[in-house]
């Protein structure tokens, strides 16, 4: 049974940093698509970034130069690095894998089939 579970939410300042992770269970991360999602109160949950097995990355707009997205094999985790973090990075922070594919098919949610129960994250001013 796949399982992922998501770590590290916090309360913090503007312009701090936070490291998330995810912890797999159930199956191996290696050969597939991992990716980072959030979603604020009253809106649509929104990619943030993704990683394919080859270890390459994407991002949204959003957070390019700002959070980094990476993944332990071995330990079968994947990380999401927040920093210079904003108030509008407030969210819940879901960790989704697609395990039909090893290559990212994009920032949209329908591409994940298996998804973790979320991490706060919360950024004041």
């Known amino acids: 049974q796949v399982q992922l579970v998501e770590s590290g939410g916090d309360s913090v300042q503007s312009g701090g940093s936070l490291r998330l992770s995810c912890s797999a269970s159930?199956?191996?991360?290696?050969?597939?698509?991992m990716a980072w999602f959030r979603q604020a109160p009253g809106k649509e949950r929104e990619g943030v970034a993704t990683i394919d097995s080859g270890g390459r990355a994407t991002y949204s707009d959003s957070v390019k130069g700002r959070f980094t997205i990476s993944r332990d094999n071995v330990k079968n985790t994947l990380a999401l690095q927040m920093t210079v973090l904003k108030p509008e990075d407030t969210a819940m922070y879901y960790c989704?894998?697609?395990?039909?594919?090893?290559?990212?098919?994009?920032?949209?949610?329908?591409?994940?089939?298996?998804w973790g129960q979320g991490t706060q994250v919360t950024v004041s001013s």
């Open positions: 159930g199956y191996f991360i290696s050969g597939n698509c």
């Open positions: 989704a894998t697609d395990r039909s594919r090893y290559m990212c098919a994009g920032l949209s949610r329908i591409f994940y089939g298996y």
